[in-house]
């Protein structure tokens, strides 16, 4: 039988493709190791041989081609600190015949210093010999960029324990006195909201104290020692008061203190009898001894009234001091025909809105580095007809406890766009003119509807969100109110910053234009280095938030000077003027002054 050609040609030409196939087949591996700079070795345990491939010799930089290596060349590539370990995890895989695992440094012929990552497996060759054969490749750029986002954790992570560190620091300013510790006006108003909910109260009673001879002291042996005797006062308070009660310091030398589920009003007078032979003792300040006292004013009753008994026990001090100081009164019936009093001068401040009475006095803003004028605060006055001018410290809060807030904001407003457009029709260029906006006012319905009547234009007004707003506790509708009178081009300001009645929460809730910092944080800062450091952390947080800075109280040009060091970017106080009807204050704004002119004529109105 006889085979032809074509069929003896047929395993040969098969062979041939298999052969073809298998070196393509290398030259592609070839290439992806070269493409992925992955080097090639193998290392005959019995021989003691190394080969490398040409991707091992550009990995090492050494500028050889050849196959066969000798094995300090590896060795004496690794960088010192990583040699021991590196061969001790080759002499583990070769005694447990098993994978190798190893990552290193390498320091190059030019010194450069690359990062390898080497992985073997055992097998025996084909002559019985055992073996390793594995593959080493470069992630110098893998574990630079571990360290890169380790570094920026570590750093993120630093920076979130200061902020919180400075939140928690700030939340606390903003909850507690400054000088003493103690709880602030902000905290207290919020412990007494939370009384009547709490069922477990029998009695509750309410003191309101308040230091005599407090200014004396502060005259005669100035500032430091006035802080002395308040820091003192609080210490003694603290001590005689039952653990279940609550002191806090309310203003310059007034505390309030809440007493529950005391036995009985022979309980309550030991309470106060005590705390005024505390307070009369006197105070050491360093080689002086200051004498003080305490007026204090109680109301208490057996259930939870706690709203009643704090204006209650303010009118039980008010008759302490006016009887002569040091002394204690409750508060009594004759104490309530004074409330009456004062609801017939609500009835009188009624008339007086209708009538037109309520009109607003300017007090000028500078700019805390140039001094020139920046904007005015509307303030509230009363052109009595009887009484002549009164001052808002008469009616504001007569006018809030009987609904006339609201009011009173309206006809401020409606008066300073009219005394802006007399000025503007005399050509005069009017800068921005902040106005007091109330709760009640803010929380009305109808309000944007009444402002986009008013047609006000941009950047004219600037809303002053006043003490008795609590952002803290502002639903989002609230904040949507302010979020659409901020598009109508109004400003928005937190007034009383760092007295207890806006705090860092409401500041990151409200993102309002500016923040006016409390006069009682403004009072030392020239003296005190511990207000300056508080000072300068509420300028901070508020850059922070891209928020500006008004001092206000500046009553002195040294408080000026330390208020502009410290990153305030406004001042407003008695320093510069008094609060003047639009009639004295158009001169503030004359186009024909220039800025030194204005400034002086600014300086001018301290001394009136």
Same mark, same amino acid.
């Given at each position: 039988?006889?085979?032809?050609?074509?069929?003896?040609?047929?395993?040969?030409?098969?062979?041939?493709?298999?052969?073809?196939?298998?070196?393509?087949?290398?030259?592609?591996?070839e290439?992806?190791?070269? #493409?992925s700079?992955?080097?090639?070795?193998?290392?005959?345990?019995?021989?003691?041989?190394i080969?490398?491939?040409?991707?091992? &010799?550009?990995?090492?930089? !050494?500028?050889?081609?050849?196959?066969?290596?000798?094995?300090?060349?590896?060795s004496?590539?690794?960088?010192?600190?990583?040699?021991?370990?590196?061969?001790?995890? =080759?002499?583990? #895989?070769?005694a447990t015949?098993?994978?190798?695992?190893?990552q290193?440094?390498?320091?190059?012929?030019?010194?450069?210093?690359?990062?390898?990552?080497?992985? #073997?497996?055992?097998?025996?060759d084909? @002559?019985?010999?055992?073996?390793?054969?594995?593959?080493?490749?470069?992630?110098?750029?893998?574990?630079?960029?571990?360290a890169?986002?380790?570094?920026?954790?570590m750093?993120?992570?630093?920076?979130?324990? /200061?902020?919180?560190?400075s939140?928690a620091?700030?939340?606390h300013v903003?909850?507690?006195?400054?000088? !003493?510790?103690?709880?602030?006006?902000?905290?207290?108003?919020?412990r007494?909201?939370?009384l009547?909910?709490?069922?477990?109260?029998?009695?509750?009673?309410?003191?309101?104290?308040?230091?005599?001879?407090?200014?004396?002291?502060?005259?005669?042996?100035?500032h430091?020692?006035?802080?002395?005797?308040?820091?003192?006062?609080?210490?003694?308070?603290?001590?005689?008061?039952?653990a279940?009660?609550?002191?806090?310091?309310?203003?310059?030398?007034?505390?309030?203190?809440?007493?529950?589920n005391f036995?009985?009003l022979?309980?309550?007078?030991?309470?106060?009898?005590?705390?005024?032979?505390?307070?009369r003792?006197?105070?050491?300040?360093?080689?002086?001894?200051?004498?003080?006292g305490?007026?204090?004013?109680?109301?208490?009753?057996?259930d939870?009234?706690?709203?009643?008994?704090?204006?209650?026990?303010d009118?039980?001090?008010?008759?302490?001091?006016?009887?002569?100081?040091?002394?204690?009164? =409750?508060?009594?019936?004759?104490?309530?025909?004074?409330?009456?009093?004062?609801?017939?001068?609500?009835? @009188?401040?009624?008339?007086?809105?209708?009538?037109?009475?309520?009109?607003?006095?300017?007090?000028?803003?500078?700019?805390?580095?140039t001094?020139?004028?920046?904007?005015?605060?509307?303030?509230?006055?009363?052109?009595?007809?009887?009484?002549?001018?009164?001052?808002?410290?008469?009616f504001?809060?007569?006018?809030?406890? &009987?609904?006339?807030?609201?009011?009173i904001d309206?006809?401020?407003?409606?008066?300073?766009?009219?005394?802006?457009?007399?000025w503007?029709?005399?050509?005069?260029?009017v800068?921005?003119?902040?106005?007091?906006?109330?709760?009640s006012?803010?929380?009305?319905? !109808?309000?944007?509807?009444?402002?986009?009547?008013?047609?006000?234009?941009?950047?004219?007004?600037?809303f002053?969100?006043?003490?008795?707003?609590?952002?803290?506790?502002?639903?989002?509708?609230?904040?949507?109110?302010?979020?659409?009178?901020k598009?109508?081009?109004?400003?928005?300001?937190?007034?009383?910053?760092g007295?207890?009645?806006?705090?860092?929460?409401?500041?990151?809730?409200?993102?309002p234009?500016?923040?006016?910092?409390?006069?009682?944080?403004i009072?030392?800062?020239?003296?005190?280095?511990?207000?300056?450091r508080?000072?300068?952390?509420?300028?901070?947080?508020?850059?922070?938030?891209?928020?500006?800075?008004? /001092?206000?109280?500046?009553?002195?040009?040294?408080?000026?000077?330390?208020? /502009?060091?410290?990153?305030?970017?406004?001042?407003?106080?008695?320093? =510069?003027?008094?609060?003047?009807?639009?009639?004295?204050?158009?001169?503030l704004?004359?186009?024909?002054?220039?800025?030194?002119?204005?400034?002086?004529?600014?300086?001018?109105?301290?001394?009136?």
């Amino acid at each position: 039988m006889q085979v032809s050609k074509a069929e003896t040609a047929l395993p040969e030409n098969k062979a041939t493709r298999s052969e073809q196939e298998f070196q393509d087949l290398l030259r592609r591996l070839e290439l992806a190791l070269d #493409a992925s700079r992955i080097g090639v070795w193998e290392h005959s345990i019995a021989k003691g041989g190394i080969l490398w491939d040409a991707q091992m &010799h550009r990995l090492y930089e !050494t500028g050889q081609t050849c196959r066969e290596v000798p094995a300090w060349l590896w060795s004496n590539a690794i960088h010192p600190d990583d040699r021991e370990q590196a061969e001790r995890d =080759f002499d583990q #895989a070769i005694a447990t015949r098993g994978a190798y695992n190893s990552q290193f440094r390498i320091v190059l012929p030019s010194g450069e210093i690359r990062h390898l990552r080497s992985r #073997a497996h055992f097998y025996v060759d084909a @002559e019985g010999f055992p073996s390793f054969i594995g593959a080493e490749w470069d992630v110098t750029a893998d574990i630079v960029l571990n360290a890169e986002l380790a570094r920026q954790k570590m750093v993120a992570e630093a920076k979130a324990v /200061a902020l919180e560190e400075s939140n928690a620091r700030i939340e606390h300013v903003a909850d507690h006195d400054y000088l !003493t510790g103690l709880p602030n006006r902000r905290l207290l108003d919020k412990r007494l909201t939370e009384l009547p909910a709490d069922k477990s109260i029998a009695t509750l009673g309410v003191l309101h104290l308040d230091l005599d001879q407090f200014k004396q002291i502060n005259d005669s042996h100035g500032h430091a020692a006035g802080d002395a005797v308040l820091r003192a006062a609080a210490l003694r308070i603290t001590a005689a008061i039952p653990a279940n009660g609550m002191v806090a310091r309310v203003g310059g030398d007034e505390f309030v203190i809440v007493l529950v589920n005391f036995s009985d009003l022979t309980e309550l007078k030991l309470i106060t009898e005590d705390l005024q032979r505390r307070l009369r003792k006197k105070i050491r300040f360093g080689h002086e001894m200051l004498q003080s006292g305490a007026s204090i004013g109680v109301s208490w009753s057996g259930d939870r009234r706690a709203r009643n008994l704090l204006a209650e026990s303010d009118l039980a001090l008010y008759q302490a001091k006016k009887l002569g100081r040091n002394r204690v009164e =409750f508060f009594t019936r004759q104490l309530q025909e004074d409330l009456r009093a004062k609801r017939r001068l609500a009835e @009188e401040l009624k008339l007086g809105l209708e009538r037109g009475e309520i009109v607003p006095y300017y007090q000028v803003q500078l700019d805390a580095r140039t001094q020139e004028v920046i904007g005015f605060e509307a303030l509230a006055r009363w052109k009595h007809p009887d009484k002549g001018v009164l001052a808002p410290g008469i009616f504001l809060k007569i006018a809030d406890e &009987h609904g006339l807030a609201a009011e009173i904001d309206a006809a401020i407003l409606k008066s300073v766009l009219e005394d802006r457009l007399s000025w503007l029709s005399r050509g005069l260029a009017v800068p921005r003119i902040a106005v007091n906006i109330s709760g009640s006012r803010l929380a009305d319905p !109808t309000l944007l509807g009444k402002l986009r009547k008013l047609d006000i234009p941009p950047d004219a007004i600037v809303f002053e969100l006043v003490e008795t707003i609590f952002l803290d506790d502002s639903d989002e509708k609230l904040l949507d109110h302010i979020g659409d009178i901020k598009q109508m081009g109004i400003d928005i300001e937190i007034d009383d910053f760092g007295s207890g009645h806006a705090s860092l929460i409401g500041l990151v809730k409200l993102r309002p234009k500016r923040l006016k910092i409390d006069r009682q944080l403004i009072a030392e800062v020239v003296s005190s280095a511990e207000q300056r450091r508080v000072v300068g952390s509420i300028v901070e947080i508020a850059k922070a938030l891209d928020v500006e800075v008004i /001092a206000e109280g500046i009553e002195t040009e040294a408080h000026a000077v330390v208020l /502009a060091q410290l990153g305030c970017d406004g001042l407003q106080g008695y320093a =510069f003027g008094y609060p003047a009807p639009a009639a004295e204050t158009a001169r503030l704004f004359s186009p024909m002054a220039s800025g030194m002119e204005k400034k002086k004529t600014v300086m001018s109105g301290a001394t009136r």
